[in-house]
């Protein structure tokens, strides 16, 4: 069974900035800027942006639509293959350009599917980005950030971040401040690689994309 490892927010509850989206009846596309911006904390400012649009969507635009929106920003976001790579772990190395093919595709739908579903209504939160960075070694540092919900306590949400050619991006997120999403698929991949090899891995992530999309993507 895959975790769905994003903060608990269902569907009542979404991120926000002070910069607001106006939603019209128009398809909308979030804007991000490329790789030449080298703060750490600009990704996870480009990401907030993109969510804070598909929240205020929320039901006038379709799952589809508003994958289909977050995607672009999602994978400049994040380093998805390093997200992979480290969730799988060892095996990761021993597997084919093919096999690693199939897993990065899956995984790619698996990982926006699980924001569009997460992030999908509006009700007054902000998204606030602590000042500074935290070095982790090995050159990553940490963006610290924090869901400020109107009905509750924050929620941490903490960004690994790692330099590369395309600039800063995103390895890891750490819920409360501490709980790796890598660490726990991991878990839920080993299961799934153990009981059927790649192709179980890649029907587990196809069936969780099904259920977060109700349907829509498989």
Do not use: C
């Given at each position: 069974?895959?975790?769905?490892?994003?903060?608990?927010?269902?569907?009542?509850?979404?991120?926000?900035?002070?910069?607001?989206a106006?939603?019209?009846?128009?398809?909308?596309?979030?804007?991000?800027?490329?790789?030449?911006?080298?703060?750490?904390?600009?990704?996870?400012?480009q990401?907030?942006?993109?969510?804070?649009?598909?929240?205020?969507?929320?039901?006038?635009?379709?799952?589809?639509?508003?994958?289909?929106?977050?995607?672009?920003?999602?994978?400049?976001?994040?380093?998805?293959?390093?997200?992979?790579?480290?969730?799988?772990?060892?095996?990761?190395?021993?597997?084919?350009?093919?096999?690693?093919?199939?897993?990065?595709?899956?995984?790619?739908?698996?990982?926006?599917?699980?924001?569009?579903?997460?992030?999908?209504?509006?009700?007054?939160?902000?998204?606030e980005?602590?000042?500074?960075?935290?070095?982790?070694?090995?050159?990553?540092?940490?963006?610290?950030?924090?869901?400020?919900?109107?009905?509750?306590?924050?929620?941490?949400?903490?960004?690994?971040?790692?330099?590369?050619?395309?600039?800063?991006?995103?390895?890891?997120?750490?819920?409360d401040?501490?709980?790796s999403?890598?660490?726990?698929?991991r878990?839920?991949?080993?299961?799934?690689?153990?009981?059927?090899?790649?192709?179980?891995?890649?029907?587990?992530?196809?069936?969780?994309?099904?259920?977060?999309?109700g349907?829509?993507?498989?």
């Amino acid at each position: 069974m895959l975790t769905q490892h994003l903060p608990d927010l269902g569907r009542r509850t979404v991120l926000g900035l002070a910069m607001a989206a106006v939603v019209s009846a128009a398809p909308w596309r979030p804007t991000f800027a490329g790789p030449a911006d080298t703060a750490p904390q600009t990704p996870i400012m480009q990401l907030d942006n993109a969510l804070l649009a598909a929240m205020k969507a929320g039901d006038t635009a379709s799952f589809d639509n508003r994958y289909r929106a977050l995607e672009p920003v999602i994978e400049q976001v994040f380093n998805l293959d390093a997200v992979l790579g480290a969730s799988i772990g060892l095996s990761w190395a021993t597997m084919s350009d093919a096999q690693k093919a199939k897993l990065e595709a899956a995984f790619r739908r698996y990982t926006v599917s699980s924001y569009v579903s997460n992030f999908d209504s509006y009700n007054g939160q902000s998204f606030e980005i602590l000042p500074g960075v935290r070095p982790v070694g090995n050159g990553e540092v940490v963006v610290q950030t924090r869901l400020i919900r109107t009905d509750d306590s924050p929620v941490k949400l903490d960004y690994v971040m790692r330099q590369g050619p395309a600039g800063w991006q995103v390895v890891d997120v750490l819920t409360d401040g501490s709980i790796s999403r890598v660490a726990v698929q991991r878990s839920d991949f080993r299961q799934l690689l153990l009981s059927g090899g790649v192709p179980a891995l890649a029907a587990g992530l196809g069936r969780k994309v099904a259920s977060l999309s109700g349907g829509m993507l498989s």
